[in-house]
């Protein structure tokens, strides 16, 4: 499978902020159609990739190609609407309710009430939740209840690829371990590229079937889960590895 | 909000009908003379629109050119100084409308010649000995007060002290406080006028003027000459009714028995047969203070509508803009710092007297509290929650709408409500330039030191204050969700 088309391609990426370079000349493939956790520890510059793949940020210098496309020369809005993006904390907007927050988009795309409900409640009972929770601001719900909602604005389009910035982090552990599960069913849907950006080396094994380890800017290691569990080429990802099992 | 726009429309939608506009300065002498005008032409069926309390000459007579009024009572030796800029100390009628505007004219005197006059305590004058101008050079020790206007006019203090070789070094007092300061003893002389009715309450004498210094101010009705000819046929009827003694005792009737310049009007015009219908003041007084509050009203919510349609829109392009914002903030932060009178006075060489200079400067100060809300507003959304919003693929318009302003209302409403308060106090200044409102009560009330007066301004506008503050909080209710005014944001 790694040897298709990659869904996201970096190639030559360097960015800085300000005096601080975050990348020199980043070239790197994410493969399609699988999960990709990119993991590292804060400040590797592992949320900069990612916000580089819809443009939210632009590269100095390289260019960044998504789903055959360059973000430079692509019309934004178009492009956002086929990449799902969910962040940590889920980022509800506060004066909608859960539905009309997953909804949102859909709307705009100009779905009928008929259609935007179906999905909605095939996407809530994917993830757990009630059409009652449809009803709640996102004051109402739970931590848990909220990334599940964002979740699901992120598949509302049925996006080809999603983006999802440390979705699970703020979670506490029994939360996580039943959206783990709500993410792998997710997964079971079809086939869809996922970037999961993470700092628990755990989580990225239990959820993605492909692994980039990012340290300060640099491409550690990356490769098939098995690969890397089986042949760390660095103390770094031995370290990582460590963690898991202590 | 379509409801509340259609009833801004028609708060804007002026009032119908024929009708003539009444001035008058902001003197006693001057309110009751327009108020004898106003009922007379009422009388006879015209519909009166009252402008009293303008002022200063100036601020009159560019009001009579630029025809906001039809008519007020001016007197000749202002006309031909501060208006003509002429030297005549006693023009005639005629001589003054052969120099004046085309556009305006002096009709005949009322008869009585309202001059200037130096007075001090009667008690004081005998002890002293003091009872011409002449002697009052030898008592440089007495304490001159003298209105800003005297102070600075050239038929006032310059001439004066300059005739009578007065050495004194007056300062510049209210008018309306002088005589309260001469009988406290806080100053012993000020100018007044011959009709004034204080003279008698104060038990003040007046100086003889006996180098004739003092020229003739006969008062004299002074129309535009498009006021229609009927009315200017119904104010002639009042040539000659007055003279110095009557004008007194009318003023006095104001100053010291404290009866509304309505009642005393009406009380004369019956006397001299002109009016015969006995009015209910009383009425008339609730009538006028609910005019004053619609005045009000009308005047501010206009500034208000313009503060948002220029505050928002400006607050909502430069907000993305760091510096831009904060530069925009400064100037309009700039504006607020001008007192407000002199805002309003700047207002008047570039729109004259009237709504439309007060409508302006209550604009700009309504400006900063609708833009900074507006851009603080904006600002301060999570960064997180903006970022999603173009992640999920919103373009800059639709998070705009579906957003970032629903999550600003909040702050948005506190600045149109704070606009809207500053707007319903400052209004009331408006008076002073002819705008009218319930700033005409105050502005009269402290033109006759008379509390009742005041009271019957600023308890309504504390009034509306707060009505609109609750009307705001409704609305508030209305359009914005309850948690997102509570504080309890979502993570």
Not at chain 2, 100 to 125: C, E, H, R
């Amino acid at each position: 499978m790694v040897d298709q088309r990659p869904v996201i391609s970096f190639q030559s990426v360097r960015r800085s902020y300000g005096e601080k370079v975050i990348f020199n000349g980043l070239t790197l493939d994410i493969p399609a159609d699988e999960t990709t956790a990119l993991v590292g520890e804060s400040g590797s510059g592992k949320s900069t990739l990612l916000m580089m793949c819809n443009g939210l940020l632009a590269p100095d210098s390289g260019s960044v190609v998504v789903m055959g496309e360059d973000v430079a020369n692509a019309d934004l809005v178009t492009l956002r609407r086929r990449i799902g993006y969910a962040v940590q904390g889920a980022g509800l907007f506060p004066h909608l309710t859960a539905a009309e927050n997953a909804a949102l988009v859909a709307r705009l795309e100009g779905w009928g009430e008929f259609e935007i409900n179906t999905k909605l409640a095939s996407l809530f009972d994917l993830v757990g939740l009630s059409a009652e929770h449809g009803e709640r601001f996102p004051y109402e719900l739970s931590g848990g209840e909220q990334q599940r909602v964002s979740l699901c604005r992120a598949l509302m389009l049925d996006p080809p690829l999603m983006l999802l910035d440390e979705p699970f982090s703020a979670l506490d552990p029994l939360t996580k371990t039943g959206i783990h599960d709500e993410f792998l069913r997710i997964q079971s849907l079809g086939q869809r590229s996922i970037l999961l950006v993470t700092h628990d080396m755990s989580e990225a094994m239990k959820l993605a079937q492909y692994l980039v380890i990012l340290k300060d800017g640099e491409v550690v290691q990356h490769g098939g889960v098995a690969e890397i569990r089986d042949a760390p080429q660095d103390e770094y990802v031995r370290q990582l590895l460590g963690s898991i099992s202590s | 909000m379509k409801r509340i726009a259609a009833l801004l429309v028609l708060l804007c939608l002026p009032v119908l009908g024929q009708a003539v506009t009444v001035g008058s300065k902001n003197f006693s002498e001057s309110y009751l003379l327009g108020e004898v005008v106003a009922q007379l032409l009422e009388s006879e069926g015209f519909e009166v629109d009252r402008r009293f309390g303008l002022g200063g000459t100036l601020v009159c007579y560019e009001a009579l050119l630029n025809h906001e009024i039809d008519v007020y009572v001016e007197y000749t030796g202002t006309a031909e100084q501060v208006i003509l800029k002429g030297g005549d100390l006693h023009p005639t009628i005629e001589s003054i409308n052969a120099r004046l505007d085309p556009a305006v004219s002096m009709l005949a005197s009322l008869g009585f010649n309202n001059t200037y006059a130096m007075a001090l305590k009667a008690s004081q004058a005998e002890a002293l000995g003091l009872s011409s101008l002449s002697q009052l050079a030898e008592h440089p020790e007495l304490v001159l007060a003298l209105s800003l206007e005297f102070l600075n006019r050239e038929d006032g203090w310059p001439g004066l002290s300059a005739v009578y070789q007065l050495p004194h070094e007056p300062t510049g007092i209210d008018h309306g406080l002088a005589y309260q300061a001469i009988v406290s003893g806080s100053i012993d002389l000020t100018d007044a006028y011959s009709t004034d009715g204080d003279l008698e309450r104060y038990d003040l004498q007046i100086l003889t003027d006996d180098r004739n210094y003092f020229p003739d101010y006969f008062a004299a009705p002074f129309v535009n000459n498009a006021m229609p000819a009927a009315a200017r046929e119904v104010v002639s009827r009042l040539t000659g009714r007055l003279s110095d003694d009557r004008m007194r005792q009318l003023n006095a009737e104001v100053v010291i028995s404290e009866r509304s310049f309505a009642d005393v009007a009406a009380q004369f015009l019956a006397e001299e047969g002109l009016v015969t219908a006995d009015r209910n003041t009383e009425s008339r007084q609730l009538a006028e203070m609910l005019a004053n509050t619609l005045d009000h009203l009308q005047l501010t919510s206009i500034a208000l509508l313009l503060g948002c349609l220029f505050g928002l829109p400006v607050g909502i392009l430069v907000h993305r803009n760091q510096s831009l914002a904060r530069a925009v903030v400064y100037v309009a932060g700039l504006l607020q710092t001008i007192p407000s009178i002199a805002l309003l006075a700047l207002m008047i060489p570039l729109f004259g007297i009237g709504m439309l200079p007060a409508i302006v400067a209550l604009f700009l100060y309504s400006i900063l509290p609708i833009l900074r809300n507006t851009i603080t507003a904006l600002l301060t959304i999570d960064p997180v929650l903006k970022r999603v919003a173009a992640a999920i693929g919103l373009s800059r318009v639709q998070q705009l709408r579906y957003v970032l302003l629903p999550m600003a209302l909040p702050g948005i409403m506190a600045g149109i409500r704070t606009a809207a308060v500053i707007s319903i106090g400052t209004a009331t200044l408006a008076a002073f330039i002819g705008a009218g409102g319930l700033g005409e009560p105050i502005v009269t009330g402290l033109a006759l030191n008379d509390t009742d007066l005041i009271l019957q301004g600023a308890l309504p506008a504390a009034l509306l204050a707060i009505v609109v503050e609750l009307l705001f909080e409704l609305l508030e209710r209305k359009i914005v969700r309850p948690h997102m005014t509570s504080g309890e944001l979502a993570a």
